[in-house]
Nanobody, 130 residues
Framework: QAQLEESGGGSVQAGGSLRLSCGGP??????MGWFRQAPGKEREAVAV???????TYADSVKGRFTISKDNAKQSLYLQMNNVKPEDSAMYFC????????WGAGAPTTCTMQSAGFDYWGQGTQVAVSS
C-alpha cells in the first residue's frame, strides 16, 4: 500500500508563496492530485496532474498555483503563489489505484473527483492571513 506524506505547510501573509511537497512512490500512478478542506467545508480538488504532465486546476487557483511531479525524487509538488485568505485549509495529496503491474483497475483519465482517489496523505495545514 502506497504511503503519501505531505510537508511544506505553514502560515503566510496574503500575496505570499508556499511550496507544498508530497513524498511517496509517485511513479506508481497515472494521476495524482492535491485537495484541500477548510473547517466546515467539503473537501475540494485543487489540482491534478497526469503522467504526461498535463495539469487541471480549480478555477479558484488558476494562474496562481502550479502542480508538478518528479518521479526521480518521488515527489508531488504544489507551488502556491499570490495566496489569499480563502486558500487557508488542510491540504492533502492523493493518488488513485496504481498502474500495472503494481495494481489493477488504474484509471486512464485524471479526475478532479475525490472519489477517484484511493490513497491519501495525512495533510499539511496552510494558514493565510490578510
Amino acid at each position: 500500500q502506497a504511503q503519501l506524506e505531505e510537508s511544506g505547510g505553514g502560515s503566510v501573509q496574503a500575496g505570499g508563496s508556499l511550496r507544498l511537497s508530497c513524498g511517496g512512490p509517485v511513479y506508481l500512478f497515472y494521476c495524482m492530485g492535491w485537495f484541500r478542506q477548510a473547517p466546515g467545508k467539503e473537501r475540494e480538488a485543487v489540482a491534478v496532474v497526469d503522467s504526461d504532465g498535463l495539469a487541471t486546476y480549480a478555477d479558484s487557483v488558476k494562474g496562481r498555483f502550479t502542480i508538478s511531479k518528479d518521479n526521480a525524487k518521488q515527489s508531488l509538488y504544489l507551488q502556491m503563489n499570490n495566496v489569499k485568505p480563502e486558500d487557508s485549509a488542510m491540504y492533502f495529496c492523493a493518488a488513485p489505484r496504481p498502474l500495472p503491474p503494481w495494481g489493477a483497475g488504474a484509471p486512464t483519465t485524471c479526475t478532479m473527483q475525490s472519489a477517484g482517489f484511493d490513497y491519501w496523505g495525512q495533510g499539511t495545514q496552510v494558514a493565510v492571513s490578510s
